[in-house]
C-alpha cells in the first residue's frame, strides 16, 4: 500500500498528507513523498486514460472518487525538425501544453489541488493568479460544483479574465502587482477557509505540474532529454518537472543516471527576471522585482516564491537563467507558429526565444536533445502579438479584383 506523507524541503521533519503547506518547525515549503509504491513499469500505464491522472500512483489524491478531471494532459510531444533546422539544431522537441482544456499548463496544478482540496472536505477553493491559473481553478472547481474566488493584478489580458468569468469565478480584480493579489489571497484564505490552489495547497498544486516530467519521459519512450527549457515565474513548475524527474528514476522507470546528467534551464522575460539576475550575480536568494513591465504577463511575478529553488535546481542540474526581451519574445512567437503551427502567448515565446538565444551562443550542442516547454496559448494574449502584425485591410467583395492582387503577391 502506498502511503503518502508530507516532507519540510528544509529540516526534513514529516507529516501527514493534512492540510497544512509550511512546516511548523522551520517555515519551510512541504513536498509529498510516497512510500511503498507498488512496482511500476512502462506497462503499468499502457492502456490507461490519455490524461495526467494516468499516474495515480504518483499523485496525491488517496480515493480516486475525488478526482476532479476535465482530461488536461497528455498534450502533444512535438518533434520540431522545422524549427530546428532554423536554429542550427537537430533535435528539438516542443511539449506543447497550450492545448490542455483551459489552454495552459496551469490545468496540471489546478487539477490535483481542486481535487485534494475535494477530499479535504474543503466548501470552496480559490487562486492567485497572473491569468492563467484564474481560468484552470475555476474551470476544475465547476466541474466539481465548488465556489472559486480569484485573486488576480488587474492588467492582465481580457481573453483570460473572460475565460475565467465565464466558468463562473467570484473575480476579485486587484489594483496592484500579482504579489499585491497573491498576499490578499493568502490572507483571505486564512481568514474564509479557502482551499488557494497555490497558496495553501501549495504542496499538492505543484504535484500536478510534475506530470509535466513524467509525460515527456514516457513519450520519449522512457528517456530522459538532454536539456530542458522552462519559462520561469514563481518557479514552481520548474523545481516540481525536476522532482517529477527524480522519482521516475527513483521508481525505475527511466535509466539510472540520466537524471544526474539532464541539463534545466531557466527562462525569464527581461522585464521581470529577477531569478536570471540572481544567477547572473551568483547570489542564493532571489531580489523582488517591485513593477514586473513585460507583454509575458503569466511570468511577471516580481518576488517568485520559488525563487531560491530554483536557483539551486540551476546548479543541481548544470542548468543557465537566460532572459529575453519583449521584441525577441514576438519573433519567437512568429518563428513557432510559422515554423511548426503552434500559437503560443508570450510566457511560451519566452521559452522558445530562450532556445533560440541558446542556440545562437552555442550552450547547446547542436545533436543534444532539447525539450521546451510552451506553456499556455496564443488566443489568450492577442494583444501582445498584433503589436507586430498588421490587421488585414478590409477589401471589396469583388472576386476579380482579389483575385488580380492576389497573383502579384
Ligand atoms: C504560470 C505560468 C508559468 C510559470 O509557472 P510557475 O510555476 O509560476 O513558474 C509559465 N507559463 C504559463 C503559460 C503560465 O501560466
Ligand atoms: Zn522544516
Redesign the pocket.
Known amino acids: 500500500m502506498t502511503t503518502r506523507v508530507l516532507e519540510c524541503r528544509e529540516c526534513k521533519k514529516r507529516y501527514g498528507t493534512e492540510f497544512r503547506y509550511v512546516c511548523d518547525e522551520c517555515f519551510g515549503p512541504l513536498d509529498v513523498r510516497y512510500e511503498g509504491l507498488p512496482r511500476l513499469g512502462p506497462e503499468t500505464f499502457e492502456g490507461r486514460e490519455h490524461t495526467y491522472w494516468r499516474y495515480r500512483e504518483l499523485l496525491p489524491v488517496e480515493d480516486a472518487s475525488h478526482i476532479i478531471s476535465i482530461g488536461a494532459g497528455m498534450t502533444p510531444l512535438i518533434k520540431a525538425d522545422a524549427l530546428a533546422e532554423r536554429l542550427g539544431l537537430r533535435n528539438v522537441y516542443i511539449k506543447n ?2 492545448v490542455n482544456p483551459t489552454f ?3 490545468d496540471r ?1 489546478a487539477g490535483v489541488a481542486v481535487s485534494k482540496a475535494k477530499e479535504f472536505g474543503m466548501s470552496r477553493v480559490g487562486c492567485a ?5 484564474a481560468s ?1 481553478t475555476a474551470a476544475h472547481a465547476a466541474r466539481g460544483g465548488l465556489p472559486c474566488h480569484i485573486f488576480a493584478p488587474s492588467n492582465i489580458e481580457m481573453a483570460k479574465i473572460a475565460q475565467a468569468l465565464s466558468y463562473g469565478a467570484d473575480y476579485i480584480s486587484v489594483d496592484g502587482t500579482y504579489d499585491d493579489a497573491n498576499r490578499i489571497a493568502a490572507q483571505a484564505g486564512d481568514r474564509l477557509g479557502i482551499g488557494v490552489v ?1 497558496i495553501n495547497m501549495r504542496s499538492y498544486y ?1 504535484e500536478g ?1 510534475k506530470t509535466l516530467a513524467y509525460e515527456v519521459a514516457e513519450q520519449l519512450g522512457w528517456s530522459v532529454p538532454d536539456n530542458l527549457i ?11 518537472i525536476c522532482k517529477g524527474f527524480e522519482e521516475l528514476e527513483s521508481a525505475s522507470l527511466v535509466p539510472g543516471g540520466d537524471v544526474r546528467d539532464m541539463r534545466m534551464h531557466a527562462a525569464q522575460p527581461t522585464g521581470c527576471a529577477p531569478v536570471v539576475d540572481a544567477f547572473a550575480n551568483n547570489r542564493d536568494i532571489v531580489a523582488p522585482v517591485e513593477s514586473p513591465d513585460t507583454i ?1 504577463k ?2 511577471a ?1 516580481g518576488d ?3 525563487g531560491r529553488y ?1 536557483l539551486k535546481r540551476l546548479k543541481q542540474y548544470d542548468g543557465t537563467a537566460v532572459e529575453t526581451s519583449d521584441d525577441e519574445i514576438i519573433d519567437a512567437i512568429l518563428l513557432l507558429a510559422r515554423t511548426e503551427g503552434i500559437f ?2 508570450p ?2 515565446g ?2 522558445v526565444a530562450t532556445l533560440q538565444k541558446m542556440a545562437e551562443q552555442k550552450t547547446i550542442d547542436p545533436g543534444d536533445s532539447v525539450v521546451c ?1 510552451v ?3 496564443g488566443l ?1 494574449a492577442t494583444e501582445a502579438v498584433m503589436r507586430s502584425l498588421r490587421k488585414p485591410e478590409t477589401v471589396k467583395a469583388d472576386a476579380q479584383a482579389i483575385i488580380a492582387e492576389v497573383a502579384g503577391r
Not at 493568479?129 to 491559473?133: D, E, F, Q
Not at 515565474?233 to 523545481?239: F, I, K, P, V, Y
Open positions: 501544453d497550450s495552459s499548463f496551469k496544478p493568479s497572473t491569468g492563467n491559473l484552470a497555490n505543484v505540474s522552462v519559462p520561469v515565474g514563481s518557479g514552481a513548475m520548474l523545481n516540481a509575458a503569466s511570468l511575478i517568485p516564491g520559488d530554483v503560443t502567448e510566457a511560451g519566452v521559452a516547454y506553456t499556455g496559448n489568450k
